[in-house]
Structures are given as C-alpha cells and as structure tokens.
C-alpha cells in the first residue's frame, strides 16, 4: 500500500482541492480528483526526503488559532499605519531572528506564518539556517519583533516538529 499512496495525507488533499476547483460532486470530478490524488504523490515522490513528523498534533490546531488571530489583528494594525501614518512616519526595520529550529519544515513553516502575517515578510535564511531575517513595516522595538516572533511561534512549532 506505501507503494501505491506514499503520502496518504497529500493524496487526499489533492483530491479535495480537485473536487473544490472543479466546484462539482460529479463521478468525473471524483475520479480525476482520486486519479490526480494517487497520481500527484507517486510522481513527486522521489523529491520527498523522509516524513514529516508532528510530535503533538493538537498542538498544530492551537497554532492555526494564534496565527488566524495574528493575521486579523495585523490587518486592523496595518490598515491604521497606511491610513494615518504612512511614509516617513514609519519605522520600517529589518530584524535578525535566530533560529532554535532545526527541521527545514519548521523553519519553512515560521517563514511562512511570518510572511502571511501583514507587515512583516521573511526576507532572507541564513546558509546555516540559524538565523531568518525579518523586515517590518513599523517596529519600535526591533528586540520586541524577536522576542514575539519567539515567543508566539517558534516556541510552538519546536513543540509540534521537534
């Protein structure tokens, strides 16, 4: 069965993203998603270095809660900062974070979240990934950005991968 479905997880994802694409329940649509859902994995499988391992997955559902959070909150911050304090009003910087992180799908993971919160973007990972470089649209405290950044998401997701 590992032969057929090397990744059971991603096979299934891919069937229902096939099916909400398609926008439509037909047998069709159901085939080609299940097709696509086998298809897709066993393809790029040869480019999958080893599994995933998540240590405490209900942890992962507390992370998507925060993050959800952080991204609505930034919204409202952000839109205030373009609103009423853009250009030379802000304090625009780009931070160091270094990294306690060791799995690249952890570190994938933070980069991630801090590039879909608004104002700040993963800018660049050091070649050792130790360190991700951070620019944030306004911060007056650059060592508060690390510390939050630590505190909020690193800290969770080295209890989720590592």
């Not at 097709?35 to 270095?49: A, F, Q």
């Not at 801090?114 to 911060?139: E, F, N």
Request: hydrophobic share 50%.
């Amino acid at each position: 069965m590992r032969h057929l479905l090397p990744h059971p997880l991603l096979s299934v994802v891919v069937a229902f993203v096939w099916i909400g694409l398609a926008n439509s329940l037909s047998a069709g649509n159901l085939l080609l998603g299940a097709g696509l859902g086998v298809l897709i994995p066993l393809y790029t499988r040869r480019y999958w270095p080893g599994r995933v391992t998540i240590k405490r997955p209900l942890r992962v559902l507390e992370y998507f809660a925060i993050v959800a959070w952080d991204i609505l909150v930034s919204n409202v911050q952000v839109a205030g900062l373009i609103l009423f304090r853009s250009g030379p009003k802000l304090r625009s910087v780009f931070v160091s974070v270094p990294l306690e992180l060791r799995t690249p799908e952890a570190i994938a993971v933070l980069t991630g979240t801090i590039t879909l919160t608004p104002g700040t973007v993963s800018a660049d990972l050091s070649a050792d990934g130790r360190a991700v470089l951070v620019h944030c649209l306004d911060a007056a405290d650059p060592d508060a950005v690390v510390r939050t950044i630590k505190s909020r998401y690193e800290r969770r997701l080295k209890d989720i991968f590592e």
